[in-house]
């Protein structure tokens, strides 16, 4: 009987480790979701960066819509401090690429 408790405390933590080890997922770390994130908003700063980076590092997926919101915004920021014309064809050059 001693023999049968001593065992099963000791496999207790050896199976608990191995579902531990299964549930981490290779490749999915916060980490890699940060180094492929700031890859990607490369060239954006200030308030379009930061949105970005929320939108990319939270996993959620485009829509046709809200890719097009992103765009604006992010055209938007850059284009502070432009005016008339300058910013005309700046929105028009960054919203068509």
Avoid: H, W, Y
């Avoid at 480790?17 to 916060?30: E, I, K, R």
């Avoid at 949105?51 to 919101?69: E, H, V």
């Amino acid at each position: 009987m001693k023999r049968l408790i001593a065992t099963c405390v000791l496999a207790v933590p050896m199976l608990a480790g191995a579902a531990l080890a299964q549930t981490a997922a290779p490749g999915n770390s916060q980490q890699d979701k940060m180094k492929a994130c700031n890859a990607q908003a490369a060239g954006k700063t200030g308030d379009a960066r930061k949105a970005f980076m929320k939108d990319c590092l939270s996993n959620k997926p485009a829509t046709a819509g809200n890719t097009q919101q992103q765009k604006m915004k992010d055209c938007n920021a850059q284009a502070a401090g432009k005016k008339g014309d300058e910013r005309k064809a700046f929105m028009k050059q960054c919203l068509s690429a």
